[in-house]
């Protein structure tokens, strides 16, 4: 198995303050916005970009949670093992308001399509956005795209595209690992 650094610490902060900022243009104050991380990866990258709009942009009172997808996706029932739910912690109604989607990479689309509806429990939001760090576009099941992405990346089927956050991996940076036997 081989891998290659595709963002380092440095990289990866310049991304997050270019998203936090496209945000900012786009939702202002956020007093009708809503941002909610897939769990798990899409939770690390959530965390990042409210820490960001609240020191620098001095957003007060940001909307944010956490959205588990587990038992919406299409394949949970194909795993041999039984599959581990993580929490959902949204506090609020997603009713009228505008939602982004937060999520660390982009592969098929499927997991965007299960957030979808798992995000109905909610509310019916007025309009849905999707951010993601990683946009992988050349893997894509469903016609899905974000509307704000950090950085696309050309990637085969035999290669992985691995997020680490120095909360959960003890370093900040984005990996391509191939794997040699495929």
């Keep these: 198995?081989?891998?290659?650094?595709?963002?380092?610490?440095a990289a990866l902060d310049i991304i997050l303050?270019?998203?936090a900022c496209q945000l900012v243009e786009n939702h202002t104050t956020f007093e009708n916005t809503a941002l909610v991380g897939l769990q798990p990866r899409g939770g690390f990258l959530l965390n990042r970009l409210a820490q960001i709009l609240n020191t620098n942009?001095?957003?007060?009172?940001?909307?944010?949670?956490?959205?588990?997808?587990?038992?919406?996706r299409d394949d949970f029932r194909r795993n041999e093992e039984p599959l581990k739910a993580n929490s959902t912690?949204?506090?609020?109604?997603?009713?009228?308001?505008?939602?982004?989607?937060?999520?660390?990479?982009?592969y098929t689309g499927r997991s965007i399509?299960?957030?979808?509806?798992?995000?109905?429990?909610?509310?019916?939001?007025?309009t849905i956005e999707l951010l993601t760090l990683i946009d992988r576009r050349f893997s894509r099941h469903l016609p899905i795209q974000p509307d704000y992405n950090g950085r696309q990346v050309d990637a085969i089927n035999n290669q992985k595209v691995k997020v680490l956050w120095?909360?959960?991996?003890?370093?900040?940076a984005v990996y391509l690992i191939k794997n040699e036997d495929q």
């Design 1 to 9: 198995m081989s891998q290659k650094l595709l963002l380092d610490a």
């Design 113 to 126: 399509r299960a957030a979808l509806t798992a995000l109905q429990s909610f509310g019916r939001p007025d």
């Design 17 to 19: 303050h270019r998203l």
């Design 166 to 172: 120095k909360e959960n991996g003890g370093e900040d």
């Design 89 to 106: 912690e949204i506090d609020f109604l997603v009713e009228n308001k505008r939602v982004v989607i937060v999520d660390d990479v982009l």
């Design 57 to 72: 942009y001095k957003i007060k009172n940001l909307k944010t949670g956490l959205l588990d997808i587990t038992f919406y």
